[in-house]
């Protein structure tokens, strides 16, 4: 059984960074996909980016390209997010998910072990 635990959430300005991290337990992991997805209150889950289990193709979400930063440590089983220049409308928890797969998707439903989400607020 695979588990996923976030950290790294918090509070900053609009135009500040935070990085996110997740660590899995659990025998697999070089063989997952990874991504991440935020949810603001209100709205629906949304995919924010993804790796593949070489950290050979990344993916983002058009709203985030160019300022977020996807990467992962297989030997640590650990999948992280680096968010620059953040803005007010990136404020949402954020969730890491796992694939029993190594093919890349980035719509929710493909995904099969979710952390716990850790709140990002960015203030103007």
């Known amino acids: 059984q695979v588990q996923l635990v976030e950290s790294g959430g918090g509070l900053v300005q609009a135009g500040g960074s935070l990085r996110l991290s997740c660590a899995a337990s659990?025998?697999?992991?070089?063989?997952?996909?990874m991504a991440w997805f935020r949810q603001a209150p209100g709205k629906e889950r949304d995919f924010v980016a993804a790796?593949?289990?070489?950290?050979?193709?990344?993916y983002y979400a058009d709203s985030v390209e160019g300022r977020f930063t996807i990467s992962r440590d297989n030997a640590k089983k650990t999948v992280s997010l680096q968010m620059n220049s953040l803005k007010p409308e990136d404020t949402a928890v954020y969730y890491c998910?796992?694939?029993?797969?190594?093919?890349?998707?980035?719509?929710?439903?493909?995904?099969?072990?979710w952390g716990q989400g850790t709140q990002v607020t960015v203030s103007s």
């Open positions: 998910a796992l694939r029993q797969s190594s093919a890349v998707k980035t719509t929710a439903v493909w995904y099969d072990t």
């Open positions: 790796i593949s289990r070489s950290s050979s193709s990344t």
């Open positions: 659990g025998s697999i992991f070089r063989f997952n996909a």
